[in-house]
Nanobody, 124 residues
Framework: QVQLVESGGGLVQAGGSLRLSCAAS????????MGWFRQAPGKERDFVAA????????YYADSVKGRFTISRDNAKNTVYLQMNSLKPEDTAVYYC?????????????????WGQGTQVTVSS
């Protein structure tokens, strides 16, 4: 079992930045792919970014490419999402998730464990 706790959300003006953190506990964290998803009110949950366990490979949704950066610190069992140049359309609840496979996927059903989410609100 893996437990995930997100933090770092909040209210920010358009053009601002936030850094989300996701602390993992439980089973071995460092071997897993970690991903970030988001869900806006009335919309489906969307893939945002993912990173392999070595940190050597990352993948981003087109909507955040060039603005968001995913990283991880396996020694701290933590994955991060640095969000810059935020836009009102980035407003959503952001979730981190664990995929026990070795390859990155954008499909949420492939992820085995989820955090409770953290709210990000970007004002115009």
């Amino acid at each position: 079992q893996v437990q995930l706790v997100e933090s770092g959300g909040g209210l920010v003006q358009a053009g601002g930045s936030l850094r989300l953190s996701c602390a993992a506990s439980g089973r071995t964290f460092s071997r897993y792919v970690m991903g970030w998803f988001r869900q806006a009110p009335g919309k489906e949950r969307d893939f945002v970014a993912a990173i392999t366990w070595t940190g050597g490979s990352t993948y981003y949704a087109d909507s955040v490419k060039g603005r968001f950066t995913i990283s991880r610190d396996n020694a701290k069992n933590t994955v991060y999402l640095q969000m810059n140049s935020l836009k009102p359309e980035d407003t959503a609840v952001y979730y981190c998730a664990v995929d026990r496979s070795m390859s990155i996927t954008t499909m949420d059903y492939r992820y085995d464990y989820w955090g409770q989410g953290t709210q990000v609100t970007v004002s115009s």
